[in-house]
């Protein structure tokens, strides 16, 4: 399986962490199934619907970004992932 996630990038105090495991997305400390309806919790990360293609997921998220975030983060390119574990995301501000 694979995971193409879109990053939406967007002014917000809040912080992000992501973790994939088989076909569950764990966002912050939210584990999401992304094969079955999604919880009201998710709503507020995940923008839109979660598309399936065959084996692959299809989504976009909420992504926080700091004031002085880099256009790295600011303008961030579709992360593939095929991997389980923790998912690696732009910096959310200024190194």
């Given at each position: 399986m694979a995971?193409?996630?879109t990053l939406s990038?967007?002014?917000d105090?809040?912080?992000?962490?992501l973790s994939l495991?088989?076909?569950?997305?764990?966002?912050?400390?939210?584990?999401?199934?992304l094969d079955a309806e999604l919880p009201e919790a998710a709503r507020a990360w995940i923008l839109g619907p979660v598309?399936?293609?065959?084996?692959?997921i299809a989504l976009t998220l909420f992504f926080p970004i700091g004031p002085d975030a880099p256009e790295a983060s600011r303008?961030?390119?579709p992360l593939h992932?095929?991997?389980d574990g923790p998912v690696a995301l732009?910096?959310?501000?200024?190194?």
């Open positions: 995971l193409l996630l990038p967007c002014r105090d809040r912080t992000l962490t495991s088989g076909r569950v997305l764990t966002i912050n400390d939210l584990a999401v199934d598309e399936a293609a065959g084996d692959d303008f961030p390119a992932i095929e991997a732009p910096p959310r501000d200024a190194i």
